[in-house]
């Protein structure tokens, strides 16, 4: 059987050259080297870090006349991927992430050359100190971020797709510019029977972070959750869902402005189109919850 072919792709907005460089280097001491490497400027010039580094396989350097937001930009790799026709598997990395083991690429590999049916890996997010927090663990409750095994999404900091599943599901909701986009993409994935895998052992490095750091986030964050839910539910559990993150929202939001402009996305994804409705299967919606989180949470 061929080894699967992969290509690593990294998404920036040209203001973490250091970063991406480290992270560049990373790639470059995989013991399985990436055939192609695709770095997107989303919305930027690249300065000349993305093109003096010798890096293994073919680069290609993309720019792009506007900020596309971080599907929109990793639509731009897959896009061209796709074009050179001679990808299997896509490794997507947060610009500001580093591959600690020089094994990580190999791992992958042989995660997808085992089983055909796996869709998706999601790697293990730690910071430099080896901490993992709980947002990054894709399971409900208090997980193990060590413990690996099937789930219900992936962590759109560090993971690999198959890109056959991605021609049958489609690519990234572009629309959603920040946030959720992860979440409809893996109920898209879990919807057409193809499977997500949480490998703890594939390490991101990556700093310590809080989503609310950008402004857009109390906004953007509801109104993507509501078009999430109008997208991808059955009707009747689209109430459910809603009234269960309302709630979680007043209890865990201490800011008023925070919470005026939660409400205000809510109202918006409510008003705005929200895209292409298919709905999952309740087939699918019971294959979630056995596996520890049903879509309402």
């Known amino acids: 059987m061929q080894e699967p072919r992969i290509a690593v792709a990294v998404v920036t907005m040209g203001n973490r050259p250091a970063e991406v460089d480290a992270l560049l280097e990373s790639v470059a001491k995989q013991d399985v080297p990436p055939a192609r490497i695709v770095i997107v400027g989303n919305g930027c010039r690249l300065p000349e870090f993305a093109r003096r580094l010798s890096l293994p396989g073919e680069v290609t350097v993309l720019e792009t006349d506007e900020n596309l937001g971080c599907p929109g930009g990793r639509n731009v790799a897959l ?4 074009e050179y026709g001679d990808t299997d598997i896509v490794v997507e990395l947060d610009d500001d992430g580093l591959l600690v083991d020089a094994d ?5 590999r042989d995660h997808f050359a ?4 796996l869709g998706i890996v999601g790697f293990r997010i730690a910071d430099e100190n080896g901490e993992t927090q709980r947002r990054h663990v894709p399971r409900a409750g208090n997980a193990d971020p060590l413990r690996g095994g099937y789930v219900t999404g992936f962590l759109g900091g560090g993971h690999a797709f198959r890109m056959a599943m991605l021609n049958e599901i489609g ?18 994935a879990a919807d057409a029977d193809w499977k997500i895998l949480y490998a ?24 993507n959750r509501v078009w999430l839910v109008r997208r991808r539910l059955p009707l009747p559990l689209i109430p459910v869902h809603l009234g269960v993150w309302i709630a979680v929202t007043l209890l865990r939001t201490r800011s008023l402005g925070g919470l005026r402009a939660w409400f205000g996305g809510f ?5 705005e189109p929200a895209g292409e409705r298919r709905p999952m299967r309740w087939r699918t919606v019971w294959r979630l919850t056995r596996l520890g989180r049903p879509p309402v949470l």
Do not use: N
């Not at 990580?104 to 992958?108: D, F, G, S, Y």
């Not at 703890?200 to 109104?223: C, D, F, G, M, N």
């Not at 109202?267 to 008003?271: A, Q």
């Open 200 to 223: 703890p052992e594939l390490l991101l490095q990556h700093p310590k972070t809080s989503p609310a750091r950008h402004a857009i986030y109390y906004r953007v964050t509801a109104r």
């Open 171 to 188: 690519d990234w909701p572009a629309e959603f510019f920040f946030a959720h986009e992860e979440t409809d993409l893996a109920w898209r």
């Open 104 to 108: 990580v690429l190999r791992r992958v």
């Open 267 to 271: 109202l918006e994804g409510l008003r």
């Open 79 to 82: 896009a061209r991927l796709r």
């Open 114 to 117: 085992a089983d055909p049916r």
